[in-house]
C-alpha cells in the first residue's frame, strides 16, 4: 500500500508544496530574462526615433518613445525588487507572475503601436523595417515568455495584430497575400512558444522531482546511519552485560574435573564455549570497528619479527593438518614498516586462520616484498580457492563459502569482515586474487619506514604449570568473580577477591600483592583503571595490573604504563600465560 493510500492529507500537502515550487522556478525564470528584453526595448526604440524622427515628427517619435521608456524603466524597477525577494519563500508567486505579465502585454501593445505609426505608403521602403523588425520581435519572445504561455499569447497578440489590420487595410491583392502570410507566420511562432514552454515545463518538473529525490534519498541515508548508530551503541552499552555470564562460563568450565565417563561432555561443553566465544568477540569486534572505539596507533613495526611470531603461533595448526607454513621475506623489502602492530597482527592472524582452515593439501605462506608504495604482504595458500563471483561478498559479515552446515567449529564468517574494517581502519589496501582449485592470494600494502633508533624486541610469554604469589581481584559480578578465584587458585595462586575499588585499596593499604585483576565497571565512584592506578602508587613492586573490560569504548591509550588491557570474554589460557609471564619467579 502506498504512503498516499495511507495518508492522503500528507501526500496532498506534498503536491501542493511541489506544485508552488514548480510555479517558483517558473517565475524566476521569468524575470531572469528581462534584463535582456528592457535593453532591447530601448535600443528598438532608439533606433525607429532615428529612422521616423523626420517621417512622422518630433512630437510623435519622441512622445512614443517617451511612453516605451517610462514602461521600460517600470519593467527594470518591478525586476530589481524581485531580485531581491526571490531567494527567500516570503513573496507570492502568483501576484509577480501577474505583474509580469500585465508589463509584457504593455510592451507588446506599445511595440505593436508602431505598425499605426511606422508603417504607410508615403514612407516608401523604411514602412517595410516596421515589418521586419515587429516579425523579429515576434519570435525572439518566445524565448522571454514561453515559461507562461499565456503572457506569450497576450504579447504576440497585442504586438502583431496592428500590423496584420494594417495589412489587410491596404489596397491590391498583393496586401491580402502579405497579411494572410503574416498570419501564417504569427500562428507558427505561437504553436512553437507552446511546444518550448510545455518542453520547459518538463523540463523544471524533471529537476525538481530529481531535487526531492535526492532529499528523500538523503533523509533515507541520515535513517539508516541513525539505525547503525543506534545498533553501535546498543552494543556498547549491552557489551559488558553479554560478555559478563560468557566469562563466568569460560572459567568454570576449565574447573571441571570429570569421571572417565563424563570427559566427552566436558569436552562437548568446552567446544560450546569456544564456539560462543568466537561468535560474541567476532560481533562485538566488529561493533566496536563500525562505532569508531577502535583507534590505529601506528608506529614502527619489524615486520620480520611480527611475523615470525605468527608463523611460530600457526604452526601447531599447520602441523596437525599435515601442512606447512612458510615465511619468505625478500631482502630488498624494507623489514620496518609504519603501521599498529595490535591491529596488524590481528589481520594476519585471521587471514592465516582462514588460510590453513580452507587449504586441505600443500601449505601456506607469508611472502613479503618490495612495492613501489612500500611493502606487499602476501597470505598465500593451496586451498580451494574462491570463484570471482564471490571474491567481494566474503568481506561480508557471516559469509562462509564453504561451510554450508554453518559448523560453529568452522567459525562464523566474521574474520574476513573484520579485515576487510581493520585494513580500511589502517589505511592498508587489501586485495585479493583466487580461482576455484587453484587457492588464494591475500596482499596487503604496508608503508615502509625507517628502523627506530633503541628497538625493543618483545620476549616471548611461556605458561608455567604453577605460579606463586597473591592476586588482589576487583570484580562486581559474583559469577565471574567466584569463577576467576576459582581459576587462580587452581594455577597455585593465593587470592583476595573484592566487589568494588574502596574496599580492595583499603585491604592493599594492609596487605602486599604481587598482581592485581580488575574489572573497569565497578560500583561506586572509582572504575578500574583508577582503582589500579592508586594500587601501584601504593605497592610500586606490583609485578602487573590487569585491567578486564567488555566496554566497546574502554581506551587502552590512557592507560598507565604497565597496566594490560584484556577484553571480555577471556580465555583463560591467555589469562594464565600473562600472569605466568610475571609471577613465574615470584
Given amino acids: 500500500m502506498s504512503a498516499a493510500t495511507l495518508d492522503p492529507v500528507a501526500s496532498a500537502s506534498r503536491d501542493a508544496a511541489f506544485e508552488d515550487a514548480v510555479l517558483r522556478d517558473n517565475v524566476r525564470a521569468l524575470y531572469a530574462q528581462a534584463p535582456q528584453g528592457i535593453a532591447i526595448g530601448f535600443v528598438i526604440g532608439a533606433v525607429f526615433v532615428y529612422v521616423f524622427l523626420h517621417r512622422v515628427g518630433p512630437a510623435i517619435a519622441w512622445g512614443w518613445y517617451g511612453v516605451l521608456c517610462a514602461a521600460q524603466f ?4 518591478r525586476w530589481h525588487a524581485f531580485d531581491r525577494l526571490q531567494a527567500g519563500t516570503d513573496w507570492n508567486p502568483r501576484t509577480w507572475r501577474r505583474s509580469y505579465s500585465v508589463r509584457a502585454w504593455v510592451a507588446g501593445l506599445l511595440l505593436g503601436s508602431m505598425a499605426w505609426l511606422f508603417y504607410a505608403p508615403e514612407f516608401g521602403d523604411a514602412r517595410w523595417f516596421t515589418v521586419l523588425m515587429i516579425t523579429g520581435i515576434a519570435g525572439g519572445s518566445v524565448t522571454s515568455y514561453a515559461y507562461h504561455l499565456p503572457t506569450l499569447y497576450g504579447f504576440l497578440l497585442l504586438l502583431c495584430f496592428p500590423l496584420w489590420v494594417r495589412l489587410a487595410q491596404m489596397p491590391g491583392p498583393a496586401t491580402w497575400v502579405a497579411a494572410g502570410m503574416f498570419f501564417f507566420y504569427l500562428l507558427m511562432v505561437a504553436w ?14 524533471q529537476r525538481l522531482e530529481n531535487q526531492l529525490l535526492v532529499k528523500e534519498l538523503q533523509a533515507k541515508s541520515a535513517s539508516l546511519q541513525e539505525a547503525n548508530a543506534a545498533k553501535s551503541r546498543f552494543f556498547a552499552a549491552a557489551s559488558h552485560d553479554l560478555r559478563q555470564p560468557l566469562q563466568a562460563l569460560g572459567y568454570y568450565s576449565t574447573l571441571l574435573q570429570p569421571h572417565a565417563q563424563d570427559a566427552p561432555l566436558v569436552e562437548r561443553i568446552q567446544q560450546c564455549v569456544d564456539a560462543l566465544d568466537g561468535l560474541l568477540e567476532g560481533v562485538l569486534s566488529i561493533s566496536r570497528l563500525d562505532a569508531g572505539k577502535v583507534q590505529a596507533q601506528p608506529a614502527a613495526v619489524d615486520l620480520s619479527q611480527l611475523l615470525s611470531r605468527l608463523q611460530t603461533q600457526y604452526q601447531g595448526m599447520a602441523l596437525a593438518k599435515g601442512l606447512t607454513l612458510q615465511l619468505v621475506m625478500s631482502s630488498r623489502a624494507s623489514p620496518w614498516v609504519n603501521t599498529d602492530p595490535l591491529l596488524l597482527e590481528r589481520v594476519v592472524g585471521n587471514l592465516l586462520h582462514n588460510a590453513l582452515r580452507y587449504t586441505l593439501h600443500g601449505g601456506v605462506l607469508l611472502a613479503v ?13 593451496t586451498g580451494l580457492g574462491i570463484a570471482a563471483a564471490d571474491q567481494v561478498g566474503i ?13 560453529a567449529t568452522q567459525g562464523v564468517g566474521l574474520g574476513l ?3 576487510k574494517r581493520l585494513c580500511a581502519l589502517l589505511g592498508h589496501p587489501l586485495a585479493v586474487r583466487s580461482g576455484v582449485g587453484q587457492g588464494s592470494a591475500f596482499s596487503l600494502l604496508l608503508p615502509a619506514c625507517a628502523a627506530p633508533t633503541a628497538p625493543v624486541a618483545l620476549a616471548p610469554q611461556q605458561v608455567d604449570s604453577q ?13 565471574v568473580r567466584d569463577a576467576l578465584q576459582g581459576s587462580l587458585q587452581r594455577w597455585g595462586l593465593s587470592c583476595d577477591v573484592f566487589a568494588d575499588g574502596v574496599s580492595a585499596l583499603a585491604q592493599a593499604r594492609q596487605t602486599r600483592y604481587d598482581a592485581a585483576i580488575s574489572d573497569w565497571r565497578l560500583p561506586g565512584d572509582l572504575n578500574g583503571t583508577e ?5 601501584r602508587a601504593l605497592q610500586p613492586t606490583l609485578a602487573v595490573a590487569i585491567l578486564l573490560t567488555g566496554e566497546l569504548d574502554a581506551d587502552s591509550a590512557h592507560l598507565q604504563e604497565g597496566i594490560h588491557l584484556l577484553q571480555k570474554p577471556l580465555r583463560p589460557l591467555r589469562l594464565r600465560a600473562l600472569l605466568s609471564a610475571h609471577l613465574s619467579a615470584a
Fill in 369 to 381: 616484498r618490495p612495492h613501489s608504495d612500500g611493502v606487499q604482504l602476501r597470505v598465500i595458500d
Fill in 74 to 77: 517600470f519593467g527594470w524597477w
Fill in 395 to 407: 568481506f561480508d559479515e557471516f559469509t562462509q563459502l564453504n561451510n554450508p552446515q554453518r559448523d
Fill in 192 to 205: 512553437f512558444g507552446r511546444n518550448q514552454g510545455q518542453l520547459l515545463q518538463r523540463s523544471i518538473r
Fill in 467 to 479: 605460579m606463586k604469589g597473591c592476586v588482589l581481584v576487583v570484580e562486581d559480578n559474583p559469577l
Fill in 417 to 419: 569482515a573484520t579485515v
Fill in 531 to 535: 582503582v589500579l592506578a592508586q594500587l
